[in-house]
């Protein structure tokens, strides 16, 4: 069974990307399938569904008929999210893109200036990817993932926060007596680790 991606779980997986939701936060679970830019007013067109759909500003800063239905007809075509980058020709999200994602209950976030979309449309895709995979090449995926990030990051914060959103599975690092090293939560999952584990460092995690 193919796993959701939302767009809440894909945007919690960005940091650091500062990326933030302003409008629609009821609509965050809306699925996301892939990614496009608005780079022509006929942009409604060539749109198929489950898009994160990312916009700087200037297609739509002097069109405002564009604009004034952009939320409600990607919302209708199925789109996922509305992303807006700003200080390039919108310095801040437009009212109306806010009241309708409100409204429409439309996911609508906030882009920081120095994002690139090259960047971006590479996260949503790689997302997409990792979450497709069975499992024996998933295990593959985590394994090199492990190797290359033991080379890269001497604090294990980090390597265990990138394994957590990987597997969408809490971690624990322990040493070969089970003593606490570290553990990360970060998966997303309604889960409470002490309610199974001794969280205290250097102690046994397993009473």
């Given at each position: 069974?193919?796993k959701l991606?939302?767009v809440?779980?894909?945007?919690?997986?960005?940091?650091?990307?500062?990326?933030?939701?302003?409008?629609?936060?009821?609509?965050?679970?809306?699925?996301?399938?892939?990614?496009?830019?608005?780079?022509?007013p006929e942009i409604?067109?060539?749109?198929?569904?489950?898009?994160f759909v990312?916009?700087?500003?200037y297609?739509?800063?002097n069109?405002?008929?564009l604009?004034?239905?952009l939320?409600?007809?990607?919302k209708?075509?199925?789109?996922?999210?509305?992303g807006?980058?700003?200080?390039r020709?919108?310095e801040t999200i437009p009212?109306?893109?806010?009241e309708?994602?409100?409204?429409?209950?439309?996911?609508v976030?906030?882009?920081p200036?120095?994002?690139?979309?090259s960047?971006?449309t590479f996260?949503?895709?790689k997302?997409?990817f990792?979450?497709r995979m069975?499992?024996?090449?998933?295990?593959?995926?985590?394994?090199q993932?492990?190797v290359?990030?033991?080379c890269?990051?001497?604090?294990?914060?980090?390597?265990?926060?990138?394994?957590?959103?990987?597997?969408?599975?809490?971690?624990?690092?322990?040493?070969?007596?089970f003593e606490?090293?570290?553990?990360?939560?970060s998966?997303g999952?309604?889960i409470?680790?002490?309610?199974?584990?001794?969280?205290?460092p250097?102690?046994?995690?397993?009473?």
């Amino acid at each position: 069974m193919r796993k959701l991606l939302t767009v809440e779980k894909f945007v919690a997986g960005l940091d650091p990307i500062q990326v933030r939701c302003v409008a629609g936060f009821r609509g965050v679970t809306r699925e996301l399938l892939g990614f496009s830019i608005i780079d022509t007013p006929e942009i409604l067109d060539w749109l198929q569904g489950g898009e994160f759909v990312v916009d700087s500003g200037y297609i739509t800063k002097n069109n405002s008929m564009l604009l004034n239905s952009l939320i409600p007809a990607l919302k209708a075509r199925g789109c996922a999210a509305l992303g807006v980058k700003l200080h390039r020709y919108h310095e801040t999200i437009p009212d109306v893109l806010i009241e309708q994602g409100n409204l429409y209950d439309f996911p609508v976030y906030e882009l920081p200036f120095g994002l690139c979309f090259s960047d971006f449309t590479f996260l949503v895709h790689k997302r997409l990817f990792e979450d497709r995979m069975d499992v024996k090449n998933k295990v593959a995926w985590v394994y090199q993932m492990l190797v290359d990030s033991l080379c890269k990051y001497r604090l294990p914060e980090r390597l265990l926060y990138e394994l957590s959103l990987m597997i969408d599975n809490p971690i624990l690092l322990v040493n070969h007596q089970f003593e606490l090293i570290g553990f990360e939560e970060s998966s997303g999952l309604d889960i409470d680790l002490e309610d199974f584990f001794v969280l205290k460092p250097d102690v046994s995690v397993i009473d």
